[in-house]
């Protein structure tokens, strides 16, 4: 069974930086025809919001506006890893940040949770001085 695995979040101050990793283990994501890997985040009392998100058929990505210009999503196929590369970080963006994965095709990637089958445990994000 797929398994997902956050690493990389901390405390950061204010227009620092941050690069979370997905790693995927468990089943290779190779052998699916098709995935999308997503990034998501959620804070106490809030619904879950997404972040980012990638798609395997042509890599395309796709971006929430309030992290646009400052996120970046890459993966590195051989090491079965997605990577959020996050700058300029701002106290808004603390949250715990999730990777998730729907070996499904889409046209567009989406950035709606519920498309969304396998997730990973989380990591916390602070942004703080």
């Known amino acids: 069974q797929l398994r997902l695995v956050e690493s990389g979040g901390g405390l950061v101050q204010p227009g620092g930086s941050l690069r979370l990793s997905c790693a995927a283990s468990?089943?290779?994501?190779?052998?699916?025809?098709?995935?999308?890997i997503g990034w998501f985040r959620q804070t106490p009392g809030k619904e879950r919001e997404g972040v980012s998100c990638?798609?395997?058929?042509?890599?395309?990505?796709n971006y929430a506006d309030s992290v646009k210009g400052r996120f970046t999503l890459s993966r590195d196929n051989a090491k079965n890893t997605v990577y959020l590369q996050m700058n300029s970080l701002k106290a808004e963006d603390t949250a715990v940040y999730y990777c998730?994965?729907?070996?499904?095709?889409?046209?567009?990637?989406?950035?709606?949770?519920?498309?969304?089958?396998?997730w990973g445990q989380g990591t916390q994000v602070t942004v703080s001085s």
């Open positions: 990638i798609s395997s058929s042509d890599g395309s990505t």
């Open positions: 998730a994965v729907e070996p499904a095709l889409f046209e567009r990637c989406p950035l709606a949770d519920y498309e969304y089958e396998y």
């Open positions: 468990g089943f290779s994501l190779d052998l699916y025809d098709y995935y999308v």
